[in-house]
């Protein structure tokens, strides 16, 4: 077992804590990026690549026919082996937007075609449950039991926010564990139940899920209403009958008080490597484990870890994922060391043996050439050169570095302001910022200080602003002095405009009828009088 790291190449502020790996058609997908994608990949989901110590992304496509996947924190993820004709595929559910709410969607990821330069191109579909749907929330699992020659997902545990009429702006934000329901549905008619069962009598969420054809075992988790992490193991046995299915329980004496770790599965047999998570709030789990499921049960064995270096044995959190055979891709925050500029270290730890890994690098070496994107020439975009060539000869012909996601590309949200440090106790952070007032999105709320000629922004939430307040200062007329510079009490009106007065002018009408008027002398005008006197 091997640790080395790991240089993102303009890549780094794609992955967070949260987001998924996922293997479709020997390429390493990264679902779950921060933020909302981006022009440079409108789909959210990139080809992962390692080569010499590198790691790159590649935008990946979808067909035109698939439904938006957006880019989900903690959903339940569960891998579809290819049968009976079925491809290779993802089941995805819940999961926490960008804008920090709650899915309850159910996706099916697989992959749609590959094109003649042998880029992957994936599909999503969107499948709707009736019946006793499972409701929005992240930190669960999501596993898949045969009995009887039928297929069904169970689906458990996780985390949501109060019901919307607890909800207020004080428990905004609130979560709680889930009830401790078994949820059992297909996708064939969507058709979806929830069970209770009395050995499963506490929520759980962050646990950790192992399936074998009618057995499900659910290992450690983290419970909110204990704060703690007991030693928990369970065996969920699912018999689907013709009708309704049966479903049993059992609790197991050879649990481990682990959460958020990592499950490598080691090849087509039901072996799994145990990596990463957490004993308590404050320390990690720093040993390995093996876990095999045969037909006598579940076994749990000790692995030799990596050779731990000081940096991620010091650090407070880590997070990361399977990268394919052998491999996982482990993230570290780099403690706010002002030297870097990147958030987190990337480090990669392989599985193989001595003798294994030297082989295994060789062919490797080999795939990863006909996947690399920045040493291929590219293609010029003409029809003309498809004619009579295969596919296979053509892997990654024309594919060049407008491939490789580069964030430099992306517009530089810095230059607004949002992510500054407005004042010496500023308590946002770009990467732990969560909305604190409902009109936020994915930026927080800033209110202008009028101090000086040029002023300054700041974040409402450091000024301790309540939300009418803050409605009402962005509606108004006042001038605002932050904290810093006097506060609340020393508001100023601004001065009223000056509105001048229009001067209004009679508008003359042009060729406007009057009556003729008659000449007359004096001697006239007194004849006229007395003659009509």
Known sequence: MTLQSLTPVNCASLLQPGCSLLQLDGEVLLFGQKGWPKRSCPTGVFGVQFKQGDMKLRAISFSNDSFYLPPLRCPAVCRLDPYDGFPESYVIHGGRTPNNEISSSLYVLTMDSRGCNRKLTLCCKEKELVGEVPGPRYGHTLST???????????????????????????????????????????????????????????????????????????????????????????????????????????????????????????????????????????????????????????????????????????????????????????????????????????QVSFQKEGENKEADGSQGCIQESKDYDNSTPLEDSEELYFGREPHEMEDSNAGEEDTYNEEDEEDESQTSYWTKCCLGCQVDPNTWQPYYSSELLRPAMIFCSRGEEGHWVHAQCMELSENLLVKLSQGNKKYFCLNHGGLPYQEMTPPRQVMSLKRTTMKVRHRKTLPTIKMSPAKKHFFRRLFD
């Not at 564990?177 to 929520?203: K, N, R, T, Y």
């Not at 689907?240 to 499950?263: D, F, K, R, V, Y």
């Open 145 to 347: 039991v045969q009995s009887h020659g039928k297929t069904a997902y169970v689906l458990f545990g996780g985390r949501t926010y109060l019901p919307t009429g607890e909800r207020t702006t004080e428990t905004w934000n609130t979560v709680f564990d889930c009830p401790p329901q078994v949820f059992l549905f297909d996708l064939e008619f969507g058709c979806s139940s929830a069970h209770i069962l009395p050995e499963l009598s506490h929520g759980q969420s962050f646990h950790l899920a192992f399936a074998r054809a009618d057995c499900v075992y659910f290992l450690g988790g983290h419970s909110l209403s204990s704060d703690s992490r007991p030693p928990r193991l369970f065996c969920l046995h699912v018999e689907l009958l013709q009708g309704s299915p049966l479903i049993s329980c059992e609790s197991l004496n050879t649990g481990m008080s682990i959460s958020s770790a990592i499950i490598h599965r080691t090849g087509p047999t039901h072996r799994y490597i145990i990596l990463g998570g957490y004993k308590l709030d404050s320390q990690k789990r720093l040993e390995c484990s093996t876990v095999t499921l045969d037909e006598k049960g579940i076994h749990i064995d000790h692995l030799e870890p990596p050779p731990w270096i000081p940096d991620i044995i010091h650090s407070r959190t880590w997070f990361g994922g399977s990268a394919g055979e052998g491999s996982i891709l482990l993230g570290v925050p780099t403690e706010g060391r002002s030297s870097q500029t990147d958030m987190h270290y990337f480090y």
